[in-house]
């Protein structure tokens, strides 16, 4: 069955780059009934949606983040990345990607999530 | 402070129904799919409802979803202490262009 995993450093001090992977297995991510997402949650708070791409590279951005947040997609890895620049500690989060129906917009199957922490 | 707007708690007896509200506007829930997610302790979202009332394979039919104008509500029957997590119902805002999550709903069977 399809499964997501993310990748990328625990640990990111202020000012640089969060550098994210999500690597798709058991199935294609260029699908062309999906989107692929990133979503993130602040330590006891709920969920953020940050962004999502389609296989084509189209993007789509939260207005809140878009300045800062790049999203892209290696179809030939199976693999979409997140970076997200110029961090400060209110980036500290958990950082999920899932699979989004395109027609429903749910999301479906979530990778198990990794914990960033912006720190010095 | 989130789009869509849940009750942060709700309570009830194993074997009991409850219903989580998840309140929007038409430019959210009154003119687009509305989904909601299990999210237990530690691990991550599970899509339980998409497309307002529809169960992806595997869901008991214990849950359930509808919708009406800019509301919609998850419910939940044979409440079992397993059912213990935090809810969130999520949906496309047209105007914002973005995607929103209501702030989350922590279930407590008692």
């Known amino acids: 069955q399809l499964q997501l995993q993310e990748s990328g450093p625990g640990l990111v001090k202020p000012s640089e780059t969060l550098s994210l992977t999500c690597t798709v297995s058991?199935?294609?991510?260029?699908?062309?009934?999906?989107?692929w997402g990133w979503i993130r949650q602040p330590p006891g708070k709920g969920l953020e949606w940050i962004g999502s791409i389609y296989y084509s590279g189209s993007t789509y951005y939260n207005p809140s983040l878009k300045s800062r947040v790049t999203i892209s997609v290696d179809t030939s890895k199976n693999q979409f990345s997140l970076k997200l620049s110029s961090v400060t500690a209110a980036d500290t989060a958990v950082y999920y990607c899932?699979?989004?129906?395109?027609?429903?917009?749910?999301?479906?199957?979530w990778g198990q999530g990794t914990t960033v922490t912006v720190s010095s | 402070q989130s789009v869509l707007t849940q009750p942060p708690s709700v309570s009830a007896a194993p074997g009991q129904k409850v219903t989580i509200s998840c309140s929007g506007s038409?430019?959210?829930?009154?003119?687009?799919?509305v989904s909601w997610y299990q999210q237990l302790p530690g691990t991550a979202p599970k899509l339980l409802i998409y497309?307002?009332?529809k169960r992806p394979s595997g869901i008991p039919d214990r849950f359930s979803g509808s919708k009406s104008g800019t509301s919609a509500t998850l419910g939940i029957t044979g409440l079992q202490t397993g059912d213990e997590a935090d809810y969130y119902c999520?949906?496309?805002?047209?105007?914002?262009?973005?995607?929103?999550f209501g702030g989350g709903t922590k279930l407590t069977v008692l």
């Open positions: 058991g199935g294609s991510i260029s699908s062309s009934s999906y989107y």
């Open positions: 899932a699979r989004q129906g395109r027609r429903s917009l749910g999301m479906d199957v």
């Open positions: 999520g949906t496309w805002d047209s105007s914002l262009s973005v995607g929103v």
């Open positions: 038409s430019s959210n829930i009154g003119n687009n799919y």
């Open positions: 497309e307002n009332n």
